[in-house]
């Protein structure tokens, strides 16, 4: 099966609560911030983002937090549901690194039944 | 709308041999990348591509050569495979200020 879930950190989470996974980013001028999620064999997939202008953004299910005076990324899930077990990536794109995204080792999110 | 596809999604080589991984998107997005990624290291940028005709290299570009065949098209090619490259392969496109989509990767192994 796929390895990518090995070494990286964990958050167990019960079905039903909600799941907060963090994320400290390393350039104050980024502008640019998305969370992906990413499933056992497959690619990262898109689930928000957030732009510097903003600090708080709500999908479905979903919100995304942005501290820019500490620099940190938080994507919050609410009432968590097996499905949303996968490791989670968050990535920040530099401002006027020429479209580059720099993406941040992942967090894996275990949902027990 | 097929996205981002890469073939193949799996590959054996032995140590010395060349093979290219290809990709194609079909959203007319500008910028394409080449990404690796390893147990634990997270999803590390080979070389990418901001604009038809451009190629730059990424954070670790050394025994890979890319080719940005057209706006659709962006090639990885590893020209004499070494067991350090054994990883899975990740092609991904942009438009400026929008999210990366991601292809589904190609499982590389070499012996």
């Known amino acids: 099966g796929e390895s990518v879930g090995l070494h990286l950190p964990t958050l167990s989470v019960q079905e039903g609560d909600n799941s907060i996974i963090n994320c400290a980013y390393s350039?104050?001028?980024?502008?640019?911030f998305i969370w992906y999620k990413q499933e056992s064999g497959k690619g990262p997939q898109f689930i928000i983002d957030?732009?510097?202008?903003?600090d708080k953004r709500q999908g479905q299910r979903v919100t995304v937090l942005l501290n820019k005076t500490v620099k940190h990324l938080s994507l919050q899930i609410a009432a968590t549901q097996p499905g949303d077990s996968a490791v989670y990536f968050c990535?920040?794109?530099?401002?006027?690194?020429?479209?580059?995204?720099?993406f941040g080792k992942g967090i894996t999110l275990s949902v027990r039944p | 709308n097929a996205g981002v596809t890469q073939t193949p999604k799996f590959q054996v080589l032995k140590t010395g041999q060349s093979m290219t991984l290809q990709c194609a998107q079909d959203m007319n997005h500008n910028s394409m990348y080449w990404y690796r990624q390893d147990p634990g290291m997270g999803l590390r940028l080979i070389y990418y591509?901001?604009?038809?005709?451009?190629?730059d290299k990424g954070e670790v570009p050394n025994g890979y050569n890319v080719s940005r065949l057209n706006k659709r098209e962006f090639s990885l090619r590893l020209e004499s495979a070494a067991p350090s490259q054994t990883s899975v392969y990740f092609c991904a496109s942009r438009r400026q200020a929008q999210p990366q989509h991601f292809g589904d990767g190609t499982r590389l192994s070499i012996l």
């Open positions: 990535a920040e794109n530099w401002a006027g690194a020429n479209s580059k995204l720099t």
């Open positions: 350039n104050s001028a980024s502008d640019y």
């Open positions: 591509s901001a604009s038809e005709g451009t190629t």
């Open positions: 957030i732009r510097s202008n903003m």
